[in-house]
């Protein structure tokens, strides 16, 4: 019920069918919902989202972000920010909203702007997790958002027996959420699970 209670704007369902259809895991329809509403809740117009997929995330972000927002995209797979720019421009989004990044996401990042984005959405390598968290921190203004993908991780991440590399760093990454006390966070039960939080 919670992941069918908001159906997506059709842009979103018709990318997340075709990624289906093509094999590729993609955000689930109430994780999709959650990335709009956040967008929204916080009125943002300048986010970054690290890792591209085939657009899903983006178009979701787009649903919910101010008609001149401006989107990021980080990725180091151009066959993946290929997909994303055909998504966004299939949907009729200009291309003059959106920024696709070749690159690794912590190189890039470094080059961003102090405390310019309403929402930093951390995906892609799960490995560096930690590390993307840490330049969040530095992107975001106060009262931004730090968005966290698949924070559940096939239910590995809850498991303490679980000692997969992916599923560690994940935990190690909420842990340094949790302890800043300049983010107010939660964790959102939906699809893979997301991590939200507030700074301060």
């Given at each position: 019920?919670?992941?069918?209670?908001?159906?997506?704007?059709?842009?979103v369902r018709l990318a997340r069918e075709?990624?289906?259809?093509?094999?590729?895991?993609?955000?689930?329809?109430?994780?999709?919902?959650?990335?709009?509403?956040?967008?929204?809740?916080?009125?943002?117009?300048?986010?970054?989202?690290?890792?591209?997929?085939?657009?899903?995330?983006?178009?979701?972000?787009?649903?919910?972000?101010?008609?001149?927002?401006?989107?990021?995209?980080?990725?180091?797979?151009?066959?993946?920010l290929g997909e994303a720019r055909t998504?966004?421009?299939?949907?009729?989004?200009?291309?003059?909203?959106?920024?696709?990044?070749?690159?690794?996401?912590?190189?890039?990042?470094?080059?961003?702007?102090?405390?310019?984005?309403?929402?930093?959405?951390?995906?892609?390598?799960?490995?560096?997790?930690?590390?993307?968290?840490?330049?969040?921190?530095?992107?975001?203004?106060?009262?931004?958002?730090?968005?966290?993908?698949?924070?559940?991780?096939?239910?590995?991440?809850?498991?303490?027996?679980?000692?997969?590399?992916?599923?560690?760093i994940i935990r190690e990454a909420l842990?340094?959420?949790?302890?800043?006390?300049?983010?107010?966070?939660?964790?959102?039960?939906?699809?893979?699970?997301?991590?939200?939080?507030?700074?301060?």
């Amino acid at each position: 019920m919670a992941e069918s209670f908001v159906y997506m704007p059709e842009s979103v369902r018709l990318a997340r069918e075709i990624a289906l259809d093509q094999g590729v895991d993609v955000p689930s329809n109430g994780a999709c919902a959650v990335l709009t509403f956040l967008a929204k809740a916080v009125k943002a117009r300048t986010v970054v989202a690290i890792g591209a997929g085939p657009g899903v995330t983006g178009l979701a972000l787009f649903s919910g972000m101010t008609s001149d927002g401006v989107l990021t995209v980080i990725d180091r797979d151009s066959e993946w920010l290929g997909e994303a720019r055909t998504a966004f421009t299939e949907a009729g989004i200009m291309p003059g909203r959106f920024r696709l990044i070749a690159g690794v996401a912590r190189n890039v990042m470094l080059k961003l702007s102090d405390a310019a984005y309403d929402l930093v959405l951390i995906g892609g390598d799960k490995l560096e997790y930690v590390e993307y968290v840490a330049q969040a921190v530095r992107l975001l203004r106060p009262g931004g958002l730090v968005v966290m993908s698949d924070v559940l991780w096939h239910n590995l991440v809850a498991d303490p027996r679980c000692d997969d590399d992916e599923a560690y760093i994940i935990r190690e990454a909420l842990q340094v959420v949790q302890a800043d006390d300049g983010f107010t966070s939660l964790i959102i039960p939906l699809g893979e699970g997301l991590l939200a939080a507030v700074k301060s």
